[in-house]
């Protein structure tokens, strides 16, 4: 029997290669941090990370993990509603709550589980759902699990009006369209990245906030590339956005600026997660996080609350980047997030000068069509409150060398 799906697969495969779109993966031979040794090669440093304020091999968080796993045991066997509940979950998701500015929280093994588990309770077929098209993966499955009408706006765009969209030849429709056309829903929820991964632009939460008013419909923001040090306190985007208390629904990861290990949340009001504990099938029918984990983030949550100094250095960091980058005369996208895509727009040249840049010892990696639209092809720098300024400055340099050998650079 497997010989029809093998033949079929390896055609694909081979299909994938021809087009370059096959993802190998590097094998690192450290721990997750600024420098790093891939297997078979020497230490590079690494802009490529969601390890945005440094804490993925943090000596504070690995001894608060260590320690839950002595006191916790190393893994509960069981979801949370049959016996995989411990003190440290109880007290992860009131402090995680506390944190996102919500009233309750509630725990995933990811925040693509989350993502996965937020639509499906809370909407049904009379009720819509609408959501920005560069939204993560993780909701456009997660939207695709519920069954309410789904009207998908143009990123980032808040106005009345549909029009061809020059990038796609499609028609597209900004949010306020959206929410006229589905008048009559049920409940309507905005569904929307904080960040967005490709270009590290935030989304335009007063404005969508205040449609979202008008329009008598609930706002959800994933907040994983923001929660940690996005904000005065490190909050996420409604802190950066001033717009706190006008988000029902925020989901995030502990993949990424809270040390990098996983495990996910949902943050809402209390009917609410009293609610997904009841329904949410990837919480009800998924194991407990790890005690280790849950020690971890606890640890981390606890590490910014007392201090901004990561988000600050971070901020610092992306800056320096940002300049010392303008001033060599790349392309950068603009913005203040860690996010620094650095535009090339050729597909071949980007794949080229990620190789030769981390021959000079600089991970990054370059990003091209389907993953970007075609012709927008860059590498995405990420920075880390864990480089210093002289591997910044490493970093740049080896840009511009690499820069000026390929003609990106005095043209
Ligand atoms: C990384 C990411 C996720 C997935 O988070 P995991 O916890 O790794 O599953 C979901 N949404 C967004 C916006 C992300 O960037």
Redesign the pocket.
Known sequence: MYSGIQSELSGKLAAIKAEGLYKDERVIATPQSAAITVEGGSEVLNFCA?NYLGLADSPLLKSAAAKALEDWGYGLASVRFICGTQSPHKLLEKKAAEFLGMEDAILFS????A?GAVFEPLLDEDCAIITDSLN?A??IDGVRLCKAKRWVFKHADMRDIEEVDPDTDRTAKGLERCLKESFGARIRMIAT?GVF?MDGDIARLPEICDLAEKYDALVMV?D??ATGFMGKRGRGTWEHCGVGGRVDII?T????ALGGA???VIASKAEVVEYLRQKARPYLFSNSLAPSIVGGTLAALELLKSSTELKDRLESNAALFRKLMVVAGFDLRPGVHPICPVMLYDEKLAHDMADALLAEGIYVVGFSFPVVPKGKARIRVQLSAAHSPEQIERAVRAFEKVGRKLGVLGR
Not at 110 to 113: I, L, V
Not at 253 to 256: E, L, V
């Open positions: 969601n990811s925040c693509f589980d993502n993560h993780s909701i990245d991964s994933d994983s590339h989901t990861t502990f993949g990424k996983s495990g996910g």
